[in-house]
């Protein structure tokens, strides 16, 4: 086993940089997407399918694995990638940001968090040490330590006294951590204060992560601010580490988040959008419900290479979705899984030829026209 | 386009029959199993996948597409081969078992049947021209004419007078069908009568089908009757038509059909069962959900090659199964389709081998092992 790198390869002059990250389980090139595989599934898709989609690195929630099936079934079977049969890179959260979005009866203290799981109502309790020991158990190539997602908005007392938890929880995620194949990346928090996420980039950075990754946004503030938090951040960060960008986004995000220098990206946004019938395309979103695609034999997109847009029309597409068909949210899920590494592969390559304002210019054009 | 043709190329002493049938979509060995694409979708499979799992023809269903999205939608994409991107041979029914088990205020006169559709309660009208021209746009390679499917239990006047009824219907289909490319299968009724029986396979065999089709079983009789009156069909069928045992049924029940000399069949079975988390085994059903199957690492079935198999645990398709993902539905159906492809293939050799009988001793004595 090969234990975890990242080269900076290239940075373009509008802060876009294209780099290369090692894992035991894999190389892949960023910018990056990584989409959310909840339970051990990206729901419906085979590995195979993933794979066509052009994925590398798929995400999967400690949370939900560590409530079921439990991460020492998933132990024996041989870590996630045995059990879910995923040979390329996978990257664990901590369980954190769910137990502060999906449980009720939450109890924070200096060692960790006492919640009710979401499924049965059980008392559970989770620390830094032990998101370390469910997180070593899945084996995921990089994992994240336990944080406490301020909640928004809070105030700037509470958001300090939060942001330091964190600091002190990563601390300690550092020292449990035993496994030496497993990078880990701290999590910058300070709420919606720029000043705040600068210092927290610092403490994080003091202590020494593999990476570091950006919590507690996109979590209901405008994208003005969310873009200003981001800028504060990564210009504290060191050049020769990936930058992580959590729960992020929608197409528009993830080119202004990688032109502001950040490497990786996970959001639900591909897969549940497909789900709810929202196709992604380089001119914007299609709604396949819609009536005017009763009858139309064009595929979602005339010129995607993927596996839905060769083989199926936007009327059968259409007459899935109506039919309540689970062939729509797979058929659409690879659509749109494609559409999202397309567009990091086309950031990687206009970094690469140094035009990253170019395929900026481009990206937005391409949204005036019709679907 | 080649036309439809039927090859019996042997037949055992035990009565079970291999035959070869020739569509316009390709060519495909009987005794064959038809998995149910309701509505043009095997719940969750594409092509490929159907494919990999050895399916060579599928059925979809008139009454469902006739209410959605409508046969001239259909019809103007291509029919349902380009509709659903299946290359492979088609059946569809005439619609009249759904309207007769789906539907409410149902009133049947000699023209036809009114009845309330299940989706949003209009009106409609089926009858044996309507039910054609349907099935023409559709464009399978073999149909079905309009039927009523007696209802289980029925007294004999009620069973004679429905059985002529769908005589007439059969014929006035004949006279109504205009593509010759597509073969229309006669369906025999008349209940639980054998007599019955016997006389509507003769009328039907009078008038002159391209195969024929036994209707109105599997409808809440009990074993012995079904297969009394199976037997009692296929003895006054002749020998160089095909005949489709229609929704049967149980892997045994296959078993027994075939060696009563039918050719045909399809069911909702493996694929409902599926997603039901009940796997079918060559040792009997396996119940995913239970809990000795947390950490069991093995495959579905240990020596069987289906992607499922191959790729995934007992453990994982439980956790699928227990964590709702739609995954769990697809693999499993996979499994299913898989084992009833290779039992239709397995038989098919049987026969070819002139050693039906010990083919029936393996499966029966095979099912007294543990899954």
């Known amino acids: ?98 137990v502060f979005s999906l449980c009720k009866l939450r109890e924070i203290d200096e060692g960790g968090v006492w919640f009710n799981s979401h499924i049965d109502g059980a008392r559970c309790r989770l620390t830094p040490e032990l998101a370390m020991e469910i997180e070593e158990a899945l084996g995921a190539d990089i994992i994240m330590p336990l944080d406490e997602c301020t909640p928004y908005p809070a105030d700037r007392e509470y958001t300090i006294n939060s942001m330091n938890l964190t600091h002190r929880w990563a601390k300690r995620c550092k020292e449990a951590k035993r496994d030496a194949a497993q990078a880990l990346f ?29 919590g507690g946004l996109s979590v209901g503030e405008d994208k003005g601010l969310m873009r200003e938090m981001v800028a504060a951040v990564v210009a504290c960060l060191p050049e020769e580490r990936p930058r992580y960008l959590m729960g992020v986004g929608a197409p528009e995000d993830l080119v202004f988040a990688v032109e502001a220098g950040v490497d990786m990206f996970d959001c639900v946004m591909p897969t549940r959008n497909a789900r709810n019938g929202t196709l992604f ?20 997109e005339e010129d995607c290479p993927c596996y839905t847009c060769r083989n199926c029309s936007r009327a059968y597409l259409r007459h899935l979705y109506m039919s309540g068909e689970m062939l729509s949210s797979r058929l659409n899920t690879i659509h749109n899984l494609f559409y999202y590494t397309s567009l990091m592969k086309e950031m990687q390559k206009a970094v690469s030829d140094g035009c990253f304002d170019e395929f900026k210019k481009r990206f937005y054009m391409a949204r005036e026209q019709p679907a």
């Open 1 to 98: 086993m090969t234990g975890f790198g990242f080269q900076l390869l290239k940075k373009d002059i509008s802060g876009a940089r294209l780099g290369r990250v090692t894992t035991p389980h894999g190389v892949f090139s960023t910018p990056v997407f990584m989409p959310v595989g909840t339970k051990a599934a990206i729901k419906g898709l085979t590995p195979e399918d993933l794979t066509g989609a052009g994925v590398e690195i798929i995400l999967s929630n400690t949370y939900h694995l560590y409530l079921r099936p439990g991460h020492e079934v998933i132990r024996e079977m041989g870590g996630l990638h045995g059990f879910m049969n995923w040979s390329g890179p996978i990257l664990t959260d901590s369980g954190g940001f769910q």
């Open 186 to 214: 701290g999590i910058v928090q300070g709420g919606m204060y720029a000043d705040l996420r600068r210092e927290s980039a610092g403490a994080l950075v003091d202590i020494g992560f593999d990476g570091y990754s950006i």
């Open 281 to 300: 395309t380089r001119r914007g979103k299609l709604v396949i419900k819609n009536a005017q695609y009763e009858r139309d034999r064009r595929p979602v």
